[in-house]
């Protein structure tokens, strides 16, 4: 099983940015695919972002295109969201996840971080 912490959230203005790190450990990180997708309270989680193992193909939701950029170090077990040009309706828990199923099927959870961006 692998262990997912996130971090990095906090409270922004809209138009600022935040990077999210999540750090892997247990089982193998470079073997898999990695994801981000968040929640809001009263809504279904919904995804985010995707990275394959190696780094080289991504997978984002239309509305975070050209602002959001996912990557991976696995040297450093982690895979990273970098988030511009933040919008209000961004404000989430954003969690970190393992892709069993490219590019949408998220399994091992971490606990979350949350990003909120103010008008």
């Known amino acids: 099983q692998v262990q997912l912490v996130e971090s990095g959230g906090g409270l922004v203005q809209a138009g600022g940015s935040l990077r999210l790190s999540c750090a892997a450990s247990?089982?193998?990180?470079?073997?898999?695919?990695m994801g981000w997708s968040r929640q809001t309270p009263g809504k279904e989680r919904e995804f985010v972002a995707a990275?394959?193992?190696?780094?080289?193909?991504?997978y984002y939701r239309d509305s975070v295109k050209g602002r959001f950029t996912i990557s991976r170090d696995n040297a450093k077990n982690t895979v990273y969201l970098q988030m511009n040009s933040l919008k209000p309706e961004d404000t989430a828990v954003y969690y970190c996840?393992?892709?069993?199923?490219?590019?949408?099927?998220?399994?091992?959870w971490g606990k979350g971080t949350l990003v909120t961006v103010s008008s």
């Open positions: 990275v394959s193992w190696s780094g080289t193909g991504t």
């Open positions: 996840a393992v892709v069993r199923n490219w590019p949408y099927g998220m399994d091992y």
């Open positions: 247990g089982r193998t990180f470079s073997n898999y695919a």
